[in-house]
C-alpha cells in the first residue's frame, strides 16, 4: 500500500520535480524528438548501470559514465524509444544526502551523456525507505521502490508506451522484478554495480516466465541486442 506523503514545509517550488507523493516524476523535452504512440521503452536504473556504483552518490565530481552506457542510450534516441531512469535513492530516507543534492548528481551525468550526444527522456526516483527518520523513512514496502512497479506505471501514465515490449536494465534482481510486475517483455541484468554480488544474477534468472525473457551481460553494452532494438 502506498503512503500518502505531503510535507507542508517541503520546498516543493524550488524542487517542481518533486509530486506531492514525494516521488521525483520528470519528463525532459528533448528537442525534435517525437515518439511513436504505444512504442516500446528502454528502462534504466541509474548507479550499476548509466554510471559507476558509488554507495549513496551524492556528488557530482563522483559521477562517471560506465563505458557503453551512452552508446546505447544514443541509440534508443535514434530509434525513437524513449529512454527513462527509474531509481531507488533510499539515501533519502537516510538523511545521507538530500533532492538538492540528486539534482545535481543528475544534471552532471545529463551533461556528461549529451557531450555525447545520448539524451534521457524521463526520470523517476523513489526515496522511500522503511529505515530513517525523514519524512521519507519508515514507509515499509512502498509501492514505488523497487521490487515493486510504481516508477514504472507513472511513466506509463505520462508517456505513450507499451510495457508489453518495454525492456529494464539492472544491476540487481529487485531491477528486473519491478519490470515483471509492470508486464514488461523482459529485463537484462548486468554484472557492473551490484550485479555480481553473490545470488544476484540467479534471482533474476529465477524471475524468467514464458511471458518474462531475463538476459544477462557484462555491462549496459549488452542492450544493443535487446529485441526493443529489432522491432
Not at 527522456?121 to 526515496?127: E, H, M, R, S, T
Not at 529487485?174 to 544476484?200: I, P, Q
Request: proline fraction near 6%; charge should be negative.
Amino acid at each position: 500500500m502506498n503512503t500518502p506523503f505531503y510535507d507542508p514545509d517541503f520546498p516543493y517550488a524550488t524542487m517542481p520535480y518533486i509530486q506531492e507523493d514525494g516521488i521525483w516524476c520528470e519528463k525532459r523535452t528533448i528537442k525534435d524528438q517525437v515518439f511513436p504512440v504505444n512504442g516500446p521503452a528502454l528502462f534504466l536504473d541509474r548507479d550499476g548501470v548509466i554510471v559507476k556504483e558509488v554507495n549513496y552518490l551524492h556528488n557530482p565530481n563522483d559521477v562517471e559514465l560506465i563505458p557503453g552506457a551512452a552508446e546505447i542510450i544514443k541509440a534508443a534516441n535514434q530509434q525513437n524509444i524513449p529512454v527513462i531512469i527509474v531509481t531507488n535513492q533510499a539515501g533519502i530516507a537516510y538523511g545521507y544526502f538530500g533532492w538538492s543534492d540528486f539534482h545535481s548528481v543528475q544534471n552532471r551525468m545529463h551533461r556528461e551523456l549529451e557531450i555525447k550526444d545520448a539524451y534521457i527522456d524521463a526520470v523517476f526516483a523513489c526515496p522511500f525507505h522503511q529505515k530513517g527518520e525523514t519524512p521519507w523513512g519508515g514507509h515499509l514496502e512502498h509501492e514505488a521502490r523497487k521490487p515493486n512497479n510504481g516508477m514504472l506505471t507513472r511513466a506509463n501514465n505520462i508517456l505513450s508506451i507499451d510495457l508489453k515490449k518495454s525492456w529494464i536494465v539492472g544491476d540487481r534482481a529487485t531491477d528486473l522484478e519491478a519490470g515483471k510486475k509492470a508486464g514488461l517483455a523482459g529485463g537484462l541484468h548486468v554484472l557492473t554495480g551490484h550485479g555480481s554480488r553473490v545470488g544476484e544474477a540467479s534471482l533474476a534468472r529465477e524471475l524468467a516466465s514464458s511471458k518474462y525473457l531475463v538476459q544477462e551481460s557484462a555491462s549496459i553494452k549488452g542492450a544493443q541486442k535487446l529485441p526493443l532494438f529489432m522491432l
